[in-house]
């Protein structure tokens, strides 16, 4: 007889322990296949530690194949699930579809950032569910910080040394919290101008900070925020995002460069699609965690509309310890429902209390409903997350101790860009590349912000389960018409989206003929920072005039080619000599025609039609933007969302 499959789909909390729970009570008795778009598990409640340079990111994460040897590790995004065939569609990482089939189906695909109809927040800000989001924080917190020590204005100063955290929650919270001590740590090394600090800011609509949890969690929490200095403004919250800053609700306009958003979460877009009793974008599943009228499938964690057998009439909240609990229960009744284990078993649960590590020795704690604060507080703290996380115990106990003897070292490492962590996707875990295999996106989400947004508008959508849901790697392959970074002209409406060294240098965007023409630029141009060629300053390969060099880090194309051979090292390439049309000068911006054609000779020594003007100066035509490139929507009424 042959084994029964079981299919669990995302290794959040609840999917993790689901299957490690079932590894266990099986026994080799069932094949488990687990499909996640990492092979890693992250510990969410440590993230804010990464950002603030306190744990190394490996440290939050627990190799799943490692820690789950009896489980098939499947590396991919689900797709579509078809319900009456039991078969999953899944998208591996490289772009390889696959499709897996099932006889019991566990849904833990977790959640991702919620969006509020605020204008410019999918443009401007970045969320905190992943590790991508993390480390793109830490790196831009460390580049305004440098930027605002070197900067001669006192006002730019400033803006570069605000950071905006919207939600007061138990994410933004942390993030606030430790992000103050961060930016404190390096400004004692890279002071800024006399009397000026860095300034964290922490927004909510909410009467007070950790509204959800106890009052007196609440009232620790604030006190020690506002002692370290962040400035905590409740019943306010964003009314709209700039490149600039942002305007709030109380019509004060704070000039920034940073805006994070930790207003909460969504349930992952994939349970939507199911057609399925939901319940505030939530799949109905009874007591058992079992969807009704479909014994197959279970659902567990942020996707799963748990009923709360201790309070009538709600669901369990959107939180890790339920995750962490939900898991347990639904393998304990996915083996019973195959007869591998024993009965099934309701969800029931008792709070033990929660913990809130506001940095150094100061936290809030309620452990069985006793309130902590200080040196208490963190000790409890900290010894709950190392009970609490599956491995890495000893490493994260270790940058700890280091943490507390060793200064924080503060470099920017540069491996993720703004545009590779959009606010709005559907895998907050799984950062964008450039080339990554993918569907072709609309010319104006293709690597910004909005990508996901402009997606929905056009009408392709980005929810799981249908034909244009967003990938995190939906970029088009090197090589193919439209790839690299897309950059617009200011004014055609549309997202700027720039590669984040060449923000930080200031360079200019190259201009191009014709309003709102889009300029495509190669992977290798963009990290030198180099300006595209503007059409006619090079003849295409295969034709009269010679082939230009191709966007390659050094050199031109390979010799032996129709065309001759490229000459190297030279921005934007240079025509192969002896080609007919004549050999044009060097070392000129943008090429420059060969002599002897018809128009006679231009003047040398000057820029091409669209380039920027020597020594990298903006002009009217070409703004010269700061270090991280935002653009500002167009005007619109839209609806007031709150945190």
Not at 551 to 564: C, F, K, L, M, W
Request: glycine share 14%.
């Amino acid at each position: 007889m042959s084994r029964p499959r079981i299919l669990i789909v995302g290794a959040g909390f609840a999917g993790f322990r689901t299957a490690r729970t079932l590894s266990r009570l099986t026994r080799g008795r069932a094949h488990i296949t687990l499909l996640n778009p990492t092979d890693y598990f992250l510990y969410l409640p440590l993230l804010p530690q990464v950002a603030a340079g306190i744990l190394e990111p490996r440290r939050v994460t627990v190799s799943l194949s490692d820690s789950l040897p009896d489980v098939r590790l499947v590396l991919g995004e689900a797709d579509r699930i078809d319900l009456d065939d039991r078969t999953l569609h899944h998208t591996g990482p490289e772009g390889e579809g696959g499709t897996l089939a099932y006889d019991r189906l566990v849904l833990a695909a977790g959640s991702v950032n919620k969006l509020l109809p605020i204008p410019g927040v999918a443009e401007h800000a970045h969320g905190f569910r992943g590790l991508p989001e993390a480390l793109y924080l830490r790196d831009h917190v460390t580049r305004q910080v440098e930027l605002a020590a070197s900067a001669d204005d006192a006002r730019t100063c400033a803006a570069r040394c605000t950071f905006v955290v919207v939600g007061a929650g138990y994410t933004g919270t942390e993030v606030a919290a430790h992000g103050q001590m961060f930016t404190d740590a390096q400004v004692r090394r890279h002071p800024l101008r006399r009397g000026m600090r860095p300034r964290w800011m922490l927004l909510d609509v909410a009467p007070r900070v950790l509204p959800e949890m106890d009052g007196k969690l609440s009232a620790t929490a604030d006190r020690v925020l506002r002692q370290r200095g962040v400035d905590v403004r409740m019943g306010t919250s964003v009314k709209e995002a700039t490149h600039d800053g942002v305007l709030l609700t109380d019509g004060e306009f704070v000039e920034s460069r940073t805006l994070v958003w930790c207003v909460g979460v969504r349930p992952d877009p994939l349970v939507e699609s199911l057609g399925l009793p939901m319940e505030k974008g939530r799949l109905l599943v009874d007591p058992h965690l079992r969807v009704p009228g479909r014994p197959e499938l279970f659902a567990c964690g942020d996707v799963a509309a748990v009923p709360d057998l201790e309070n009538p009439g709600s669901y369990t909240p959107m939180t890790a310890q339920h995750a962490w609990r939900h898991g347990k229960v639904a393998a304990q009744n996915v083996a019973a429902s195959l007869g591998l284990g024993g009965a099934r078993t309701p969800y029931r649960h008792r709070d033990l209390g929660f913990v809130v590590d506001l940095g150094g020795a100061k936290a809030a704690a309620n452990p069985l409903g006793v309130a902590l604060s200080g040196v208490p507080a963190g000790a409890v703290t900290r010894g709950y997350h190392l009970a609490a996380m599956p491995g890495n115990r000893v490493r994260v106990a270790a940058d700890w101790l280091l943490d507390a003897v060793l200064p924080r070292q503060a470099v920017q490492l540069g491996l993720v860009r703004s545009w590779s962590v959009p606010l709005d996707t559907s895998s907050p875990e799984v950062a964008r590349v450039p080339g990554g295999p993918g569907r072709q996106q609309d010319a104006s989400a293709r690597s910004g912000p909005g990508a996901a947004l402009a997606a929905d508008t056009d009408g392709r959508g980005t929810g799981a389960g249908g034909p244009g849901r967003a990938r995190p790697h939906d970029e088009p392959a090197k090589g193919q018409p439209g790839s690299g970074t897309r950059q617009i002209r200011p004014g055609s409406g549309a997202a700027q989206p720039r590669d984040e060294w060449e923000t930080a240098k200031g360079r200019p965007v190259t201009g191009r003929p014709g309003p709102g023409a889009a300029e495509v630029r190669s992977e290798a141009e963009t990290a030198k920072g180099r300006p595209a060629a503007a059409p006619g300053d090079e003849p295409a390969g295969n034709q009269a005039g010679g082939e230009p060099a191709r966007s390659q880090e050094r050199g031109g194309p390979a010799r032996n080619q129709p065309g001759g051979e490229s000459a190297r090292d030279q921005a934007g390439g240079e025509p192969a000599r002896n080609q007919p049309g004549g050999e044009p000068a060097r070392n000129q911006p943008g090429g420059e025609p060969a002599k002897n054609q018809p128009g006679g000779e231009p003047a040398k020594s000057q820029p091409a039609p669209g380039a920027p003007p020597p020594g990298g100066r903006s002009s009217p035509g070409h703004p010269a933007p700061g270090p991280v490139k935002r653009t500002d929507v167009a005007d619109e009424d839209s609806a007031k969302g709150d945190s």
